[in-house]
């Protein structure tokens, strides 16, 4: 049986353990999300020996030869020494700037990286409160503001969304790894028609993105779609009409739970040259990806960035 060696710690585990799980299950506590390699939480840098990867696409080149690896998508075949991902030396500090509620289930956290952090709108990264840690979407723009924002999703119980619920401005936080995701805006598309459809709190990103795409003046219609649960969780409903308002090619649609079906029955593209991205969880973004096919929006003209549940 192959050995597992984590410090001075060492024990055996069997051929085709799931690396994450023998690393959790032996009191080494590896954070965890989606357990489906797109969130990063799980990330470990193997020292000695190497495990088979189910994803070896999910990290960058650099990363690889690093020895970095997402616990999660890989298995124990040989003797195997892993460093486990520490936020007080492999994060990079920041501190709390502000916590509030955007509606009664969103909150909106701010933080300010000790040194300044370079992204896109679109990216996310992991954070690290104390030992707990999360992966979440920048609702912020690098260009605008000086803070990271975070739009919390708390209708359900959470580990970290818990623990950010007790967060004081100037408490210490430390941030993860940051990844690009699949959505952006490409300056290339200022002249076609762009739809930002977003569930819950999947409209941070785009938010972000909508915001760096009328920073670089976009010039084709821009038409974003909010679906919540019901229209009190439609929380940026002000200030997205406000940019409305002040920009004719940008209109703003708010659907609820209860209208989707006959708002995605009506659903029409003016343009083929349309593009869509999408953000949220898995079953909003599948009924969006549908109807626009439908539609007649060609597959290639569609990004999405799925919020997949904790695993």
């Known amino acids: 049986m192959p050995e597992l060696r984590v410090g001075e710690r060492h024990w055996s585990v069997a051929v085709g353990s799931n690396l994450l799980d023998a690393l959790n299950q032996n009191g080494v506590p590896v954070p965890y999300s989606c357990r489906a390699g797109s969130c990063h939480a799980c990330l470990v840098q193997c020292v000695r020996g190497l495990p088979g990867d189910s994803r070896p696409d999910a990290l960058s080149a650099q990363q690889r030869d690093q020895g970095w690896r997402l616990a ?11 460093h486990a991902f520490d936020p007080q030396t492999d994060g990079r500090p920041a501190e709390v700037a502000a916590v509030d509620w955007l509606s009664a289930t969103v909150l909106r956290l701010r933080v300010v990286p000790q040194r300044p952090l370079r992204y896109s709108a679109g990216q996310h990264l992991v954070l690290w409160a104390g030992s707990v840690a999360r992966p979440y979407s920048l609702a912020s723009l690098p260009q605008e503001d000086r803070f990271l924002e975070f739009h919390l999703d708390c209708r359900k119980p959470g580990e970290f969304s818990d623990t950010a619920r007790q967060l004081r401005i100037g408490d210490p936080i430390r941030l993860g790894e940051l990844r690009g995701g699949a959505l952006h805006y490409d300056p290339d598309w200022h002249a076609r028609p762009l739809w930002l459809m977003a569930a819950g709190t999947g409209l941070g990103p785009l938010f972000g993105v909508l915001r760096e795409a009328l920073r670089q003046d976009h010039q084709g219609a ?17 200030p997205l009409q ?3 308002a002040s920009r004719p090619n940008l209109s703003v649609e708010l659907w609820t739970a209860a209208e989707l079906p006959a708002a995605l029955a009506q659903l029409r593209l003016v343009s083929r040259q349309t593009l869509a991205l999408l953000c949220g969880a898995p079953d909003s973004v599948d009924a969006f990806a549908r109807r626009l096919y439908l539609a007649g929006l060609p597959r290639n003209q569609l990004l999405a960035d799925v919020f997949l549940p904790r695993g």
């Open 72 to 82: 999660c998508q890989c298995q124990v075949v040989e003797d195997l020494q892993v």
């Open 222 to 238: 821009i038409r974003v779609i909010h679906l919540a649960h019901d229209a009190d969780e439609h929380y940026l409903a002000k």
């Open 242 to 244: 406000a940019m409305a």
